[in-house]
């Protein structure tokens, strides 16, 4: 019973910032892989990143890297997604998953919070 809620999606322009959070419910939000996935209109899912339980592994698809950062405060059960140098390509509903471990299938998903990169 892990139920995620993402926000911080919104209209920026082209070369803005923004930074995604994704709140999940539970107390073992901690040993969980958090992934981020989006999806652009007309186009299928596609994966963006992860982050280990612990913070310490993070993997990122290419067009991420030196853009996009993936963190996480277990604390307060928040993962997060901070978007530099964005281009009107990272249009996409954005949503965060939960995974049991690093390689582990995605049992949980949010609901998707929108970003729209305007040129």
């Known amino acids: 019973q892990v139920q995620l809620v993402e926000s911080g999606g919104g209209l920026v322009q082209a070369g803005g910032s923004l930074r995604l959070s994704c709140a999940a419910s539970g107390r073992t939000f901690n040993s969980y892989t958090m992934g981020w996935f989006r999806q652009a209109p007309g186009k299928e899912r596609e994966f963006v990143g992860r982050i280990d339980g612990t913070g310490r592994n993070i993997y990122y698809v290419s067009s991420a890297k030196g853009r996009f950062t993936i963190s996480r405060d277990n604390a307060k059960n928040t993962v997060y997604l901070e978007m530099n140098n964005l281009n009107t390509e990272d249009t996409a509903v954005y949503f965060c998953?939960?995974?049991?471990?690093?390689?582990?299938?995605?049992?949980?998903w949010g609901q998707g919070t929108q970003v729209t990169v305007s040129s």
């Open positions: 998953a939960a995974a049991e471990n690093f390689y582990g299938r995605y049992d949980y």
